[in-house]
């Protein structure tokens, strides 16, 4: 068990665990001012739980793999939001008209948010276990089909955000543009200062937006918490 400061996550039957990626995705993705939310590949149910703290929005959380569906399941009725939360077996490719918790016949709006740390893992070598390599490794989602996916299920304003390796943001752009999504915020994130960076954490809506891109630092050069860093997850992480 994974303990946070306002819920716990159980993954043993996950195949991916809790990780810096998922947290870090969690914590930056606008999500404040959101009605629907979309987590996509969502695991062991983390980033829709951090979206369901941090804002009053209904949120669904989809996955592939029936284990992890049945374990986020059972994270977030344990949650203080269990009641604005569904995670459900599907792929985001073939979602059209199912939407979370219609009422009264009538059909809630798109997505506000899209929410994914996409497999990103392409021509490697793959693991022994199935579930592994379907959550790690794009066979099962390309940025191109989420990209797509994304920009159908989005309202007019909504935003996809991901978390990808620093050296894949401009395949994922180049996806993201042929759908008409634009980048409008960026965070480089490097886990210790003067290292290489490691991932990004990129934006898009449909109109974009002229930014200049932001660094964040996990660790500094004594391999302390970056002050930036402890903003940003402090509200998630117990010794924070």
């Not at 986020?72 to 009641?83: D, G, I, L, M, V």
């Not at 009538?106 to 929410?115: C, S």
Request: with cysteine.
């Amino acid at each position: 068990m994974f303990a946070f400061k306002q819920f716990s996550i159980q993954q043993d039957r996950c195949a991916m665990k809790v990780g810096t990626d998922g947290v870090l995705l969690g914590a930056w993705a606008r999500v404040e001012h959101c009605s629907h939310i979309l987590d996509v590949g969502t695991g062991t149910g983390l980033i829709a739980l951090m979206a369901a703290q941090r804002s009053g929005a209904h949120i669904i959380g989809i996955d592939l793999d029936a284990d992890a569906v049945a374990q986020a399941s059972e994270n977030a009725a344990s949650s203080p939001w269990s009641h604005r939360i569904q995670m459900i077996e599907m792929d985001v490719r073939a979602m059209k008209g199912e939407r979370l918790m219609v009422k009264d016949g009538k059909e809630p709006p798109l997505f506000d948010a899209i929410l994914c740390n996409p497999p990103y893992f392409e021509n490697s070598l793959k693991s022994p276990d199935a579930a592994r390599t379907m959550a790690r490794h794009t066979d099962t989602l390309t940025f191109d089909e989420l990209a797509r996916s994304a920009a159908r299920l989005l309202t007019s304003e909504g935003e996809l955000s991901v978390v990808i390796p620093y050296e894949r943001a401009a395949d994922m752009t180049v996806c993201a543009a042929c759908y008409g999504l634009f980048a409008t915020r960026q965070t480089i994130v490097y886990a210790v200062q003067g290292a290489r960076p490691k991932r990004v954490l990129m934006a898009f809506t449909r109109e974009g937006a002229f930014f200049e891109p932001k660094n964040l630092y996990i660790l500094d050069i004594q391999r302390n918490y970056t002050p930036e860093y402890i903003h940003l997850v402090r509200d998630f992480y117990l010794k924070m």
